[in-house]
């Protein structure tokens, strides 16, 4: 009995087929069509699949041997020193200068970038008007999805991988699934409703809703299985330019060119707080995750005890601040500033870290248990546009090497305007 089902086999005997005939083979092919009784078509699927399987295979052992030769190295350096491999894999650990290698292949900006939550892929949204899929390990460049026919402004990956969500100045939310996306001629499902350039879309923590930014000043939330936009959202009077859901998917806070933040409730649309201070276009915000809270009240005074997402906030603007502020008053706690607009905002697994990009080209770190910088690289050659880190769980080791259970895996992207994407790890 064979290994592959019927189906597989089906597939695989049309695929050899038109490799002959491909190959101008013609009475190979027809001996092997009369040998295998094959009656079907030859070529119900893109020219090229045979091969394309065969690179896929040779590129799989390819990243095999690499792992296994990874895989040596650490075992190696484990035996030789098991203390400090061990607070190196639970340790704090931060980009350094130098610490990086990079992704190329986009003709224009990146403007953002998202990991896939399981997987080790990276997607990467360009103004050249595609989609890239990266394996970040490899550094090799899985697929370009190309749909939209304007600059791509966002993209972010599904809770459990399932799908892509993109957005472009093409007034289009565009959803790509996962299994399909290697199929031809695929160029995801258009959503449609926004009147102006769509700048920002994510998928809440649920992954049942997407939640869009537009120019067209509103916020929508869509239903992922319909596609149906099920509640518009109002309140800003300029370009909406961010909006992200907490983690527990109660609020969301966005931002906007009229200088402002505000939390709203995901449910009823009602606005919580309102956000004032920066004196320019506010281009992030992001939700302090839980983890840092205790960190900030050190140095805050905060006496808020509350351990339920959205206390805390922080905002990134052109005027070259980011700003954290108490979630429930609005209250500013503290201003950590750069030399040029602030774009991105991500913070350290641990929660003790927060790590901001900007238009002056640096990564900085601030330490949250004092609120200072403790780091300034220069990261890229141009402006950059955005930073992630992957929440993808790995496995982690704590002292003598005892199982600790499963953390977050160190590695950072980040891109911008010099068209690259850098991925930082240790």
């Not at 027809?30 to 094959?38: I, Y």
């Not at 649920?206 to 149906?228: L, M, N, P, Q, Y």
């Not at 060119?257 to 004032?276: A, C, M, P, W, Y």
Request: net charge neutral.
């Amino acid at each position: 009995m064979g290994i592959l089902s019927e189906r597989h086999q089906n597939e695989l005997d049309r695929a050899i087929l038109q490799y002959l005939e491909s190959r101008n083979l013609k009475q190979t092919a027809a001996s092997f069509r009369e040998e295998v009784n094959f009656d079907g078509s030859s070529d119900p699927r893109p020219d090229g699949i045979l091969e394309k399987k065969w690179v896929a295979v040779i590129r799989l052992q390819k990243k095999i041997l690499e792992l296994e030769t990874r895989n040596s190295a650490l075992e190696e350096e484990a035996r030789s020193n098991p203390v400090s491999r061990a607070a190196g894999a639970v340790g704090d650990w931060l980009p350094k200068p130098g610490g990086h290698f990079a992704l190329t292949g986009h003709r224009a900006s990146v403007t953002r970038v998202s990991f896939h939550p399981t997987q080790p892929l990276l997607a990467s949204a360009s103004e050249d008007f595609t989609i890239k899929i990266w394996d970040w390990e490899s550094g090799d460049l899985q697929r370009t999805l190309s749909g939209h026919t304007r600059e791509v402004k966002d993209v972010d990956f599904h809770p459990r991988g399932e799908y892509l969500v993109s957005a472009a100045s093409d007034l289009t939310v565009r959803l790509w699934s996962t299994e399909e996306w290697d199929k031809p001629g695929y160029n995801g499902a258009p959503i449609y409703g926004h009147d102006h350039t769509i700048s920002c879309a994510r998928f809440t923590p649920s992954g049942d809703h997407i939640v869009s930014a537009s120019r067209d000043r509103t916020i929508k939330i869509w239903e992922v299985t319909t596609k149906f936009c099920i509640k518009t959202i109002t309140g800003h009077s300029d370009w909406v330019r961010y909006v992200v859901p907490s983690t527990d998917g109660r609020f969301l806070a966005s931002c906007s060119n009229d200088h402002t933040s505000r939390i709203v409730d995901f449910k009823s649309g009602q606005l919580k707080t309102e956000l004032r201070g920066h004196d320019n276009t506010v281009e992030v915000v992001e939700f302090v995750p839980v983890n840092a809270y205790q960190y900030i009240r050190q140095w805050t005074g905060d006496n808020d005890t509350s351990t339920e997402p959205g206390a805390y906030l922080v905002t990134g603007a052109r005027d070259k601040f980011v700003i954290l502020w108490e979630g429930q008053g609005g209250r500013q706690l503290k201003k950590f500033s750069h030399d040029g607009w602030i774009q991105g905002i991500v913070f350290h697994p641990s929660g003790k870290f927060m790590l901001t990009v900007s238009d002056d080209k640096q990564l900085r770190v601030w330490d949250l248990t004092s609120g200072r910088c403790t780091r300034t690289i220069e990261a890229h050659d141009r402006f950059i546009y955005c930073i992630a880190w992957t929440n993808m769980m790995v496995p982690s080791k704590g002292e003598g090497g005892k199982d600790a259970g499963m953390k977050r895996a160190n590695v950072i992207a980040t891109a911008g305007v010099d068209r690259t994407v850098k991925i930082w790890m240790p």
